[in-house]
């Protein structure tokens, strides 16, 4: 047996207990139950075990009035896809999700929000406790200036808003004194790679991923999605796939770009 385990064979057993001949001590099968728990721990991929992940995910919606708002066409799939990876390899995970229409990971520890704003205040609520923060929400860039307390009417014939600049969650996090590890994500139509590559350096961030939107197969509201991960030293490309695919792939380069650093 001693052979066997040198070789790297994981011994199940024995069990300690009353055995069929009567005496007691070490010789019984273990439980099936047992065995299958120890089998699947083997195969369990534990590269995040004891870490800490926040992602945020899903649009944000900025009220003009009670029942009308700015938002945008992200769905929330792929920053729940990259929570759920997360969790699949043993990481804690706090998702901060704008307001969606898709069922939330089971085992992540989810905040919900509305607007930027709050989406930025439940982040920086909790972010000194985290390992690593990916930043996957389509956040407004601004919002309007006043809310009316009530709907607005139709009188005029024309209106304008007044719109304010929102906070930038992501480059606020990667500029705190002890910052986590910081994954950006970049939703570009066009030059995509040199788009992503200013904001890697201007925000500061330790990986950005880049993926092309606009057109109908990839991007937000998609099942799919093709990234392409950015350092500053290494371009990985990640061909359009599911995006829950995408997500272990990309769970799995953060971690290891994250054991690097
Ligand atoms: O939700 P899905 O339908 O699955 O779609 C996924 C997605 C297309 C929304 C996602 O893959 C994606 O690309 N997310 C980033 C969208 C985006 O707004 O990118 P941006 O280039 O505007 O922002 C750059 C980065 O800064 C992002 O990480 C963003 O989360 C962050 N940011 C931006 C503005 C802001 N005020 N605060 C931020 O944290």
């Known amino acids: 047996m001693s052979t066997l385990a040198s070789r790297g064979v994981h011994i199940l057993g024995p069990d300690a207990g009353e055995q069929a001949c009567g005496e007691v001590g070490l010789g019984r099968m273990l439980q099936p139950a047992d065995i299958a728990a120890r089998v699947g721990a083997l195969f369990q991929n534990t590269t995040l075990t004891g870490k800490r992940v926040m992602i945020t995910a899903g ?14 066409h992200s769905s929330g799939m792929m920053g729940y896809a990259l929570a759920q990876a997360a969790i699949e390899v043993g990481a804690a995970v706090t998702l901060v999700t704008g307001p969606t229409h898709i069922d939330q990971p089971p085992r992540a520890k989810t905040v919900d929000v509305i607007s930027a704003l709050d989406m930025h205040a439940a982040v920086m609520n909790s972010i000194d406790q985290q390992d690593i923060f990916i930043a996957v929400a389509a956040v407004a860039d601004y919002r309007p200036i006043d809310t009316a307390s009530e709907k607005i009417k139709k009188n005029a014939e024309q209106m304008t808003i007044t719109m304010i600049k929102n906070p930038d969650i992501l480059a606020d996090v990667a500029n705190l004194q002890k910052p986590p590890f910081c994954v950006g994500f970049a939703a570009e139509t066009n030059d995509l790679l040199d788009y992503a590559r200013g904001k890697l350096e201007r925000k500061k961030l330790d990986l950005i991923a880049a ?3 606009g057109g109908s197969e990839t991007g937000f509201g998609t099942p799919d999605n093709a990234i392409t991960l950015t350092s500053q030293n290494n371009v990985i490309e990640l061909p359009k796939q599911n995006k829950n695919a995408l997500a272990r792939t990309l769970i799995a380069e953060i971690a290891k770009a994250y054991t690097e650093k």
Do not use: F
């Open 211 to 213: 993926n092309h939107v």
């Open 59 to 72: 649009p944000t919606w900025e009220a003009l009035d009670p029942v009308r708002g700015i938002t945008n």
